[in-house]
């Protein structure tokens, strides 16, 4: 079974030169604290090179986090970084969530706060798009709960310019129709017994009813969680197509 995907054989060849800026010396991140209404926000900031005007990504983690796999992230957004992007882990949640999530209340403190954190994300956003070397664009990488989560806040908030979404779903715990979507990339494995493919195959039908342009990318037996293992050949594949996604919606290229 060949990889599915809507992007066009000369946009895949495309992607090509990209394979060495997944090589790039790292970037290293610098922890700081962003302006949201509920509260201050915790971020790892990735600062790409030079004085140009350019655009932010928020990457949104799992229900894990980010510091069980810290390597990994740093990495992914390290290679952002080297690609013109500033590039920023974003910590939604707070010290109670993380409690919460701890005590084994997964399900339910996602479903309760999850409007909380995509008015974080957009808050978020909106600050760094008013600063003065940003390019006036904002993405968003959202991995599992951080890719439904990632859903949440682009479809509220129309200045999210793309959003690239690793296994997750439509943004149902908003408890309300989704009303837009910017351009998705959406990443699926067709092996995943957690969130299954049929999620994204879902997300995607909506999005394009929606009006927005969606590349659907499958890949064949891989399971849950591939998408920060950049070392394996689908997770580099899932990151060169995601830097080639955002160049072509944030940067014009």
Partial sequence: MKLLTSFAAAALLALAPLATSLSAAEIAGKPMMLPATERQVNVTYFRAAGDAKRPSVLLLHGGGGFDRRIADYNHYASVLANEGFDAYLFYYYSDLDEKLMSRGGGANVFTARYPAWAKQVDDVADYLIKQKDSNGKVGLVGFS??????????????????????????????????????????????????????????????????????????????????????????????????????KRELQGK
């Fill in 145 to 246: 709960n951080g890719g439904i989560l990632a859903t949440g806040a682009s479809t509220l908030d129309a200045k999210i310019n793309a959003a690239v979404i690793y296994y997750g779903t439509e943004p149902w715990p908003l408890g309300e129709p989704a009303k837009r979507f910017p351009p998705l990339l959406v990443l699926h494995g067709d092996a995943d017994q957690i969130i299954p493919i049929e999620n994204g195959r879902q997300l995607t039908a909506l999005a394009k009813k929606l009006g927005a342009k969606v590349d659907f990318v499958v890949y064949p037996g891989e399971q849950h969680g591939f998408g920060a293992d950049t070392s394996k050949k689908n997770g580099a594949d899932a990151l060169t197509r995601t830097v080639a996604f955002l």
